[in-house]
C-alpha cells in the first residue's frame, strides 16, 4: 500500500546535538512538507519542497534544515540553532497539481523532547 | 497577513449537536479543511469546501461562505470518540495551507 513513513516516533536531543527525523513517500507526490506543532497549536510550517533538489523556507525555518536529493525522501535536521525544538513534527505530501479534497497525506508524526 | 480564527475550546454533551466555526483572511481562496486530531497522532480528513453551501457527510457536514470568509464543522449525535480537536485549514492561492489552532471538543456523559 501507498503511504508515507515517518521516524522515529520518539526522539530525545542533548543541548547542542543535531538530530535528523526520516520522512519517506511511495505515492509518487511531489510536494512535501514539514510541520512543527506545539501542545493546544496548530501547525506551522518549517520546509517545503515541490520538486527534486529545491525547498522553500516557511514560517519558521530558522534552525532547521531539509533536502530532497529524492523524490521519495525530504528528512529534516533540528540543529543545535534551534533553542526550543521540543514539538510534534509532522510530514506531509501532496500531488502537485491536485489540491482538491483528501489528497494531502501525513506521515504518524514524531515526537522531539530535548533532555 | 493570513490569519484562521476558530475557537480554543468547546464542551457539549453526548448524543448533542455541535457547531465549530472558522473565520479566515488568505490571500485568494483555494478552498476549505477540516481535520480532526486526536493527541499524539496526526490529523485525518474530514472535509473540503471550495464552493458556497453545506457539504454533508454522515454525522460531519461543512459549510462554507466565501464572501464572509466563514465556515463551520456540523456534528450530530455526538459520541465519546468524537473527543478531539478539530483543525481548520484554508488553502491560498499558491496552494499552501493556512491552519488554525484548532478547536479541543470535550464531549461529556
Known amino acids: 500500500d501507498g503511504g508515507i513513513t515517518q521516524s522515529p516516533k520518539y526522539l530525545f536531543r542533548k543541548e547542542g546535538q543535531n538530530v535528523t527525523l526520516s520522512c519517506e513517500q511511495n505515492l509518487n507526490h511531489d510536494a512535501m512538507y514539514w510541520y512543527r506543532q506545539d501542545p493546544g497549536q496548530g501547525l506551522r510550517l518549517i520546509y517545503y519542497s515541490q520538486i527534486v533538489n529545491d525547498f522553500q523556507k516557511g514560517d519558521i525555518a530558522e534552525g532547521y534544515s531539509v533536502s530532497r536529493e529524492k523524490k521519495e525522501s525530504f528528512p529534516l535536521t533540528v540543529t543545535s540553532a534551534q533553542k526550543n525544538p521540543t514539538a510534534f513534527y509532522l510530514c506531509?505530501?501532496?500531488?502537485?497539481?491536485?489540491?482538491?479534497?483528501?489528497?494531502?497525506?501525513f506521515g504518524e508524526g514524531s515526537w522531539l523532547t530535548v533532555v | 497577513g493570513q490569519n484562521i480564527d476558530q475557537p480554543t475550546e468547546m464542551t457539549a454533551t453526548e448524543g448533542a449537536i455541535v457547531q465549530i466555526n472558522c473565520t479566515y483572511q488568505?490571500?485568494?481562496?483555494?478552498?476549505l479543511f477540516w481535520y480532526q486530531q486526536h493527541a499524539g497522532e496526526a490529523p485525518t480528513f474530514l472535509s473540503y469546501?471550495?464552493l458556497d453551501g453545506l457539504e454533508e457527510k454522515g454525522r460531519f457536514s461543512s459549510f462554507l461562505s466565501r464572501s464572509k470568509g466563514y465556515s463551520y464543522l456540523l456534528l450530530k449525535e455526538l459520541q465519546m470518540k468524537d473527543s478531539a480537536s478539530y483543525l481548520c485549514?484554508?488553502?491560498?492561492?499558491?496552494?499552501?495551507?493556512?491552519w488554525g489552532a484548532g478547536t479541543k471538543l470535550i464531549i461529556k456523559p
Open positions: 506531509a505530501s501532496t500531488p502537485l497539481i491536485d489540491h482538491s479534497g483528501n489528497t494531502i497525506y
Open positions: 485549514a484554508a488553502m491560498d492561492s499558491n496552494y499552501q495551507l493556512i
Open positions: 488568505t490571500s485568494g481562496f483555494n478552498g
Open positions: 469546501n471550495v
